[in-house]
């Protein structure tokens, strides 16, 4: 059983920026985000929740303007919800336990990667 849940004190931390972007499904602008050029390894986790979520190895470059991966650290651990908002028909992703929103799955990955 995880050990991982949505933690009310962490919500509380967060910047205001974060809370739309994870608890109300916003967007940052492309281009904007502080882990978009980090080239660190390590892994990324919720911010919410600490569950590990991807690692900088399966980060990749999409020219998107946000930060890309080819697959979760651990498929449990996010889960895909149908999305039509704005008008689109697309694949949000969400932490599972956390709940927090963390983008959107587009087709155009890298092949040799999975995408």
């Keep these: ?49 600490g569950e590990p979520l991807f690692a900088s190895t399966d980060k990749y470059e999409s020219g998107c303007g946000w930060p890309s991966f080819t697959r979760p650290i651990e498929p449990a651990h996010v889960r895909e919800l149908e999305d039509r908002s704005h008008g689109m028909h697309r694949v949000e992703v969400r932490s599972a336990h956390g709940d927090s929103h963390l983008g959107h799955v587009f087709p155009d990955g890298p092949r040799d990667r999975g995408g």
Excluded: F, H
């Design 1 to 49: 059983m995880s050990s991982y849940r949505k933690d009310p004190d962490a919500i509380a931390r967060l910047t205001p920026e974060q809370y739309r972007i994870t608890q109300q499904s916003g967007t940052e602008a492309p281009g904007s985000g502080e882990y978009l050029g980090n080239k660190q390894p390590g892994i990324y986790v919720d911010v919410v929740s």
